[in-house]
C-alpha cells in the first residue's frame, strides 16, 4: 500500500487546514485508516481514525471537538478536517493505512502543520 499526503502548511492559530490522503496498491479493501502526528522528542500519537466496516471515528482528546476525519471509501481516501488551530497542534501528520485494523500500519510520507500564536 502506498499513501500520499497533502494539505499541510502554515496557519495562524484559530485557522483551519485540511489534510488530504490516498492510497494505492494491491490491497483495496482498506478497513481502517487514520492520522497520527508527531512532534520532536516525542512518539508518534494517534489523532483521528476512521473504521469503515463500522462507520465509526475515533479522536485523540486533545483534538475532540476540533477535528473531523472522513472516508471516500470506494477510492481509499481519508481526510482530516482540522479547525481551530492551536500552536499544539503544530506536527508532523501521517496517514496510515491499517487493511485489517490490528493497528499494523502503512505509513505515507509525513505533512508539517505549523500553527502559530
Known amino acids: 500500500v502506498q499513501l500520499q499526503a497533502s494539505g499541510g502548511g502554515s496557519v495562524q492559530a484559530g485557522g483551519s487546514l485540511r489534510l488530504s490522503c490516498a492510497a494505492s496498491?494491491?490491497?483495496?479493501?482498506?478497513?481502517?485508516m487514520g492520522w497520527y502526528r508527531r512532534t520532536p522528542g516525542r512518539q508518534r500519537e494517534l489523532v483521528a481514525r476512521?473504521?469503515?466496516?463500522?462507520?465509526?471515528?475515533e479522536y485523540a482528546d486533545s483534538v475532540k471537538g476540533r477535528f473531523t476525519i472522513s472516508r471516500e471509501n470506494n477510492v481509499n481516501k481519508v481526510y482530516l478536517q482540522m479547525n481551530n488551530l492551536t500552536p499544539e497542534d503544530t506536527a508532523t501528520y501521517y496517514c496510515a493505512a491499517d487493511p485489517l485494523c490490528n493497528w499494523i500500519n502503512y505509513w505515507g510520507q509525513g505533512t508539517q502543520v505549523t500553527v502559530s500564536s
Open positions: 476512521h473504521t469503515k466496516s463500522g462507520d465509526a471515528a
Open positions: 496498491g494491491s490491497i483495496l479493501n482498506i478497513n481502517c
